[in-house]
């Protein structure tokens, strides 16, 4: 299961570097939208409400990612033919509640997030916290809920899927943060190596350096 996991984000993220204008947006409490078979609610036992006159909806299930992510598949089925772009990229630009996609020119990106708003919309799905690496794409009076303003003067960077893109740049980058202090734990070295998300294997001589260096630390029996 975890691989199959880091094969999808593999196979995700690689696409995504494909574009030459890429955008990232994620889908609002997606998981809480899908609706569950009326004659199955009451086999659900962990349950959210706002108040009391509200509706009743499932929270917190370990089968929600599938019926979330069956039910985006279904909505790119059915909108094929109105939004064909956006099918596409709900099929294969999409991990989890993230849609990471792009296009080789602005006029395509701009209606590809288009017809992504308007197609998640058409069941009551809200995208937010848009980014790209393009100013076109966002300093636009379509999109009022992005990640950042490229009015800023300091250097953008975004989590996306876990790794931070840096976006001015258009690159991916690698931060660590490690305490100063004159005495580690074997323990603590191996959460150092732990912390470093690397899907695509950009850091492969670095996390093997490090990983001969842990490899030692037990053959001379170290503390």
Not at 132 to 147: F, G, H, I, K, Q
Not at 168 to 173: A, G, K
Request: aromatic share 10%; with cysteine.
């Amino acid at each position: 299961m975890k691989g199959d996991v880091v094969e999808d984000v593999f196979e995700t993220i690689t696409r995504f570097r494909r574009h030459k204008f890429a955008f990232t947006t994620h889908i609002q409490k997606m998981y809480r939208q899908i609706f569950v078979e009326a004659s199955q609610r009451d086999l659900q036992r962990i349950l959210w409400k706002v108040g009391p006159e509200e509706e009743i909806v499932t929270y917190g299930m370990s089968n929600a990612p599938f019926l979330a992510i069956r039910t985006l598949q279904q909505l790119a089925q059915d909108e094929k033919t109105r939004f064909p772009l956006a099918s596409e990229a709900l099929l294969n630009d999409t991990y989890m509640d993230d849609i990471v996609s792009g296009a080789p020119d602005t006029e395509t990106a701009h209606r590809l997030q288009s017809e992504l708003q308007d197609a998640l919309q058409s069941c009551r799905m809200v995208l937010h916290k848009w980014s790209s690496n393009s100013p076109e794409l966002l300093n636009t009076s379509l999109w009022s809920d992005v990640e950042h303003s490229f009015s800023a003067e300091f250097d953008l960077s975004v989590k996306t899927l876990g790794i931070s893109w840096k976006l001015l740049q258009d690159c991916f980058v690698f931060e660590v943060s490690i305490l100063s202090k004159s005495l580690f734990t074997k323990r603590e070295v191996l959460s150092v190596i732990a912390r470093l998300y690397d899907p695509l294997g950009f850091l492969g001589p670095v996390l093997t350096r490090a990983k001969v260096l842990l490899q030692r630390l037990w053959q001379q029996k170290l503390d």
